[in-house]
């Protein structure tokens, strides 16, 4: 069974950080990329970044490039999103998602993506 769990989210004050955490089971994890999406409140779902199979390549939401930073342990079957300098306009649903190839291509687009979380809330206050 493929299981992917966010964990991490929480309230931060704005110039703040936190790190969200994405443990993956069920499936050949160091086969794919990982992606980490967001969707603030009434609003759509966008791609924030995502790790080739290796870590080694990343794609980042403008954005949020210098802020945040993704990376994986192919040893935990873990991914990670390191958010820093958070603003208000960050606040949001986090959603972390397995690519269908092990690059990523097509990275900003949700069918680009084959497993995906259930969300981490992340608040962010003034």
């Known amino acids: 069974q493929v299981q992917l769990v966010e964990s991490g989210g929480g309230l931060v004050q704005a110039g703040g950080s936190l790190r969200l955490s994405c443990t993956a089971s069920g499936f050949v994890f160091d086969d794919y990329g990982m992606g980490w999406f967001r969707q603030p409140p009434g609003k759509e779902r966008e791609a924030v970044a995502c790790?080739?199979?290796?870590?080694?390549?990343?794609d980042y939401l403008d954005s949020v490039k210098g802020r945040f930073t993704i990376s994986r342990d192919n040893a935990k079957n873990m991914v990670y999103l390191q958010m820093n300098s958070l603003k208000l306009e960050d606040a949001a649903t986090y959603y972390c998602a397995a690519t269908t190839r092990w690059a990523c291509v097509n990275w900003n687009q949700e069918d680009s993506y084959k497993y995906w979380g259930q969300g981490t809330q992340v608040t962010v206050s003034a």
């Open positions: 790790s080739d199979w290796l870590g080694t390549g990343a």
